[in-house]
């Protein structure tokens, strides 16, 4: 079988995916990620969008040794080609180290603001404010199942969600209209 141009490019996208999660450390304990609400606005001239999401649900495995993203740092990974990182360094922990925080409003590409809480059930809540994020994929259609992760050192979560476009191909806004299963899934 002779690979099609867009198979050769699925496949070193997702290489270059897996190089990319193994230098962030390779996740073992493989979470739940609930992305929904998620709202934005899209450039249609250049397919970015500036993307805020509400507080989505990470539940981590059972067997987890913990979320530490004051020392571990956090990634997210947004479709087959955007991948942002949060260095330990840039977090503000609370007091009670259950709730951290960055803020970056001078920043022109990647996350702005990560809220990130510890819930009492052993749950946590990411909200990120993220600018600049390529999803060109929503410029030739009105719905597109994108693939989602957040590692946190050796944890990660990770879901599909369907991006659509509010009003159709010719609409602005963003927003995450459910759960779906992408084709792959690169990082694992």
Same mark, same amino acid.
């Given at each position: 079988?002779? /690979? @099609?141009?867009?198979?050769?490019?699925?496949?070193?996208? %997702? %290489?270059?995916?897996?190089? *990319?999660?193994?230098?962030? %450390?390779?996740?073992?304990?493989?979470?739940?990620?609930? /992305?929904?609400?998620?709202?934005?606005?899209?450039?249609?001239?250049?397919? +970015?969008?500036?993307? =805020?999401?509400? =507080? *989505? &649900?990470?539940? /981590? @495995?059972?067997?987890?040794?913990?979320?530490?993203?004051?020392?571990?740092?956090?990634?997210?990974?947004?479709?087959?080609?955007?991948?942002?990182?949060?260095? /330990?360094?840039?977090?503000?922990?609370?007091?009670?180290?259950?709730?951290?925080?960055?803020?970056?409003?001078?920043?022109?590409?990647?996350?702005?603001?990560?809220?990130?809480?510890?819930? +009492?059930?052993?749950?946590?809540?990411?909200?990120?404010?993220?600018?600049?994020?390529?999803?060109?994929?929503?410029?030739?259609?009105?719905?597109?199942?994108?693939?989602?992760?957040?590692? &946190? !050192?050796?944890?990660?979560?990770?879901?599909?969600?369907?991006?659509?476009?509010? !009003?159709?191909?010719? !609409?602005?806004?963003?927003?995450?209209?459910?759960?779906?299963?992408? %084709?792959? *899934?690169?990082?694992?």
């Amino acid at each position: 079988m002779i /690979p @099609t141009v867009a198979r050769m490019r699925r496949m070193l996208v %997702g %290489g270059l995916l897996l190089a *990319w999660a193994a230098a962030a %450390g390779a996740a073992t304990y493989h979470g739940d990620l609930f /992305p929904i609400p998620t709202r934005g606005r899209l450039d249609p001239a250049t397919g +970015y969008a500036d993307v =805020r999401t509400g =507080r *989505w &649900i990470i539940k /981590p @495995t059972k067997d987890s040794n913990g979320l530490h993203p004051e020392t571990e740092g956090v990634w997210i990974f947004v479709s087959d080609t955007e991948r942002f990182r949060v260095e /330990p360094e840039q977090l503000v922990a609370s007091k009670s180290g259950t709730r951290f925080r960055m803020r970056d409003p001078r920043a022109t590409r990647g996350v702005r603001s990560l809220d990130l809480r510890h819930l +009492y059930d052993g749950r946590w809540t990411i909200q990120l404010r993220l600018v600049q994020v390529d999803l060109s994929a929503l410029m030739l259609t009105s719905r597109v199942c994108q693939s989602i992760a957040v590692i &946190i !050192g050796d944890d990660d979560a990770f879901e599909g969600a369907v991006l659509a476009r509010v !009003g159709g191909r010719g !609409g602005r806004r963003v927003k995450a209209d459910g759960v779906c299963q992408p %084709g792959d *899934w690169p990082w694992l």
